[in-house]
């Protein structure tokens, strides 16, 4: 994505990936409007709309009796409001739609970095077979155990949520009779919540999530889960979310963590973008999103800087960027709480907070999908 907003700021990029192949896993991924008008200015309104499914709605149900206890309109009322659709891609497409707007030559795969080299005017950098390159400037977009980040901020490692997600993804004509909207649906309950929505062209297959409480620590998106496990995580649930979970022929498991906070982001001339800057957990499926905002205001800010003197456009970069990836870090953190809370009092008073079914698309989240980064950029 990074290598996307930098070569239309006439940046050249090179891209250096640690695996064999550009792949991504069977799943899903949301991406909110805040995102997608990024994406659309870069030239992908057309690919995102044959490859991405418009939900219709969010809503959020009760575990038990699955009552709907907020419903907000995404579709065409998120585009008016918002300016930018919402929407819910597979995996591989969106990594597909991506990559096909990158020159092949830019992506050097099986180039694992090792090691890096500051010096005044480049930053030298190392990678596992044996090869080297040099930049002016060395973005580490190396996701969650980022080796980049270790090698400027030293190691510290990320926080275990004490959740596990099983994930699942199913043909949606094998869910037919359950009559399933275009919506984002998430079931909120004791200890655990489940999310499902369509994705794949033409909404192909519906894709769920389901967070359970658990000590399981190994982060893969290809370790497998039982889907008998999952199953038996949501005993007593709505017989719909049973429905979804049982009609999967298999199931990944991911360990979820997260970070605190960074201090800072940057030192010299290596930055930090993504998940090896800010990693939070799905609570408010922003973690892409806000690497795609990353991106977009990167390539603002270094688009008319001075090579030779990086460092008034990464800290513009880093001050433009750090209090919204915050922001989500900690909004994440609160809402694995917040979705899981036992029925009693404090549930009783979340969903009175939810208010109920509305036509405003989302009230609460005006700050996260009104806000268009690249904004300020434009009036200067
Ligand atoms: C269950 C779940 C659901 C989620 N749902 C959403 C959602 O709906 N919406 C959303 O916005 N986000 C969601 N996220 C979060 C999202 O997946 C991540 O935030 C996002 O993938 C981070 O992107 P990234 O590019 O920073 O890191 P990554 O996607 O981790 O990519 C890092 C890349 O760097 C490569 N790499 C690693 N180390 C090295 C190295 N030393 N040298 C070279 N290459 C290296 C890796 O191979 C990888 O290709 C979800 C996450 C989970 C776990």
């Known amino acids: 994505m990074a290598a996307l907003t930098l070569r239309r700021a006439g940046i050249e990029v090179e891209v250096f990936e640690q695996a064999a192949g550009l792949r991504e896993i069977g799943a899903g991924i949301q991406i909110s409007p805040n995102a997608s008008r990024i994406l659309q200015r ?81 930053v030298e950098i190392r990678f596992h077979n044996g ?49 399933l909207e275009v919506n984002a649906s998430s079931w909120w309950g004791p200890g655990h919540h489940f999310v499902h929505y369509f994705v794949g062209a033409g909404a192909r297959y519906v894709n769920w999530v389901a967070v359970v409480p658990g000590e399981w620590r190994i982060e893969s998106w290809t370790a497998r889960g039982e889907v008998a496990d999952a199953l038996r995580e949501f005993d007593g649930w709505h017989p719909q979310v049973g429905a979804i979970i049982g009609a999967a022929d298999a199931t990944n498991r991911w360990a979820l963590y997260d970070r605190d906070p960074l201090v800072r982001w940057t030192v010299g001339r290596v930055t930090l973008l993504g998940d090896a800057a800010h990693a939070m957990l799905p609570y408010m499926a ?86 268009d980064v690249e904004a300020e950029f434009m009036v200067k």
């Not at 907000?72 to 585009?79: A, F, P, R, T, W």
């Not at 980022?146 to 490692?157: F, M």
């Not at 009783?348 to 079914?357: E, F, I, M, N, T």
């Open 42 to 122: 870069l030239g992908l309104a057309k690919s995102m709309r044959e490859y991405g499914v418009r939900p219709l709605a969010v809503q959020i149900r009760r575990w038990d009796d699955g009552r709907i206890l907020t419903r907000q309109l995404l579709g065409d009322e998120c585009e008016r409001t918002f300016g930018a659709p919402y929407f819910h891609f597979h995996r591989a497409e969106l990594l597909d739609l991506l990559a096909a707007a990158v020159p092949a030559r830019v992506i050097h795969l099986d180039h694992r970095c090792v090691g890096l080299q500051q010096y005044p005017d480049r």
């Open 131 to 179: 090869a080297t390159a040099a930049a002016d400037l060395l973005v580490g977009a190396d996701g969650i155990h980022s080796t980049v980040r270790e090698l400027i901020v030293g190691a510290e490692s990320p926080r275990f949520s004490g959740h596990v997600a099983y994930r699942g993804l199913v043909p949606a004509e094998h869910l037919a009779h359950l009559g």
């Open 286 to 371: 922003q973690g892409a999103v806000q690497a795609i905002e990353d991106a977009a205001v990167l390539a603002k800010c270094l688009e008319r800087s001075d090579r030779r003197d990086l460092a008034p456009a990464l800290r513009h970069y880093e001050e433009t960027r750090k209090p919204r990836a915050t922001r989500c870090q900690e909004g994440s953190r609160r809402n694995g709480t917040m979705y899981h809370l036992a029925d009693g009092e404090h549930q009783q008073l979340r969903d009175v907070s939810l208010g109920s079914a509305t036509t405003a698309p989302l009230p609460q989240n005006v700050w996260l999908y009104g806000h």
